[in-house]
């Protein structure tokens, strides 16, 4: 009985917070590793910081096979018509799946991964975004190339960022920007 109670509560704030919340996929690269992986991340907005939950997959094809799930923080920074500028803290675990094929030492399975970077994206209903981030545990960046779903967007007009950062734009006040 809890559980169903937990859950009518978590959808009903869902439903009632949607266009603060979006959901996303992107393709990932990481040039030290020459790996190309998944990304599915859910996005809650908070004035113009994102609490952004993910997680990412690098298949076995790749010579690194592993994963990440972790958590991100976005802060907006620059508006520029359409686009909006933010930097990246992301703190996760991260599961080394092939370790053993490695020749790094005291190379694990379960390790923990700090990444920080920038990202671009546009202010549309469904919109594109391109992060870059770097890894301070491993010392490689990865790029991220995507697009997220704005819930409860009634429009797929633009309005320009300036607009929706100030609240004079009622089109799509959640993803902002």
Known sequence: MKYLLTLIITFRYVIQYAQNNAIGIAAVF??????????????YK?????????VTYYPSFNKIHEYYIGIS?????????????????????NGWINYKNSA?????????????????????????FIEYRYNI????T???LGFMYKFGCKSGKTKSAKNYKYGKSKTCPAYDF
């Open 104 to 128: 790094v030492k005291n190379a694990k399975y379960s390790n923990w991964n700090l990444e920080g970077g920038t990202g671009l994206k546009t202010t549309h209903c469904i919109f594109p």
């Open 46 to 54: 908070i004035n113009s910081l994102c609490i952004v939950p993910q």
């Open 73 to 93: 923080f976005q802060r907006d920074m620059v508006f520029y018509k359409t686009l909006t500028l933010y930097v990246v803290i992301h703190g996760g675990y």
């Open 142 to 144: 990865n790029f991220n």
């Open 30 to 43: 990481n040039p030290q590793t020459e790996s190309f992986g998944a990304n599915f991340r859910f996005s």
């Open 137 to 140: 545990k491993w010392k490689e």
